[in-house]
DNA sequence: ACAGGATCCTGGGGGC
DNA sequence: TGCCCCCAGGATCCTG
């Protein structure tokens, strides 16, 4: 579900709540999540301080003294909140930590496809970042690099944009909506893109995401930020979920399709294969 | 190198 | 009400 803008949402909101608390209790269910969690972490961050939160990509970063770092996916359904101690327990929690101050860290992830591993100190930390092959982050993107690697590959854009090694924290809502607003169409070859192309897609992704980021992100099923509020910028979508209706620009209905391995939303007057 | 499919999970919605 | 099928903000592995 989260992409960047709804990862950088949870960051900013539990940030506050976070930064400068101990951690008092921690408490971890029994399923599973994506990557397994160590019982001996628990002890490693009872008692530990906060000292800040940060966001890679679509990773939640929690560091914590001593040098420990405590990194978060939210997968497809994952939300992240800081939350009164009294409020009850929803299900597929599967891990809450109180703090010091009684309130809660809780973590909630129904299909499970998300984590949360422990990293003892800050070059294990960028070494997992180091071999996925994370790539930088979508603000401030250096031009050259991005039409380089659009030059360099047979690949569509719809699948550039998903690859994470090449910009972190672009997913399938973003993916689309950015396409549309740098109106090319999904399918496209990057090698065949010109440089002006590259350059408006570039741009079109810094702008749908900072637009996202100022709605809080999307929440269209299961997302909530970090305060447990939901998003708004589903209401802003162009074309992500929009198939048959009219395109906002020239009314032409959405169109549907699969790409690389994802449900791909465009309008296919405005989005040209040229 | 790249596309496509399967996999990990659970739940919601539509059709019958 | 039940059943079956398809769908879902992600990442990764495997095959062809």
Redesign the pocket.
Known sequence: ???LP?VETVVREIRAPLVGRRFARVRAGK??L?KPWQPAWAKILTGSRVTAVTRR??WIVIEIERNRYLVV?L??TGQFTVTHADAPIA??THFVIGLDNGAELRYRD????GSLTLYAGRAELDASFES?GLGPEPFGLDRKYWRDSLA?????LK?VL?D?RVVAGV???YADESLFRAKLHPALI?KTLTPAASDRLRKAIEGVLTFAIERRG??????IGGSGERGSFQNEFKVYGQTGKPCPRCKTPISRI??????THFCPKCQRVE
Not at 152 to 156: G, K
Not at 258 to 263: E, P
């Open positions: 579900m989260p992409e709804e399923l599973a994506r990509g679509k996916h997968g497809m299900a597929h129904v299909r499970r496809f996925a360099r590959t047979a690949r569509s699948a998903l994470q997913g399938n809502i990057g999307s929440s269209i099923r299961d997302y699969r790409l690389a391995g994802r449900s």
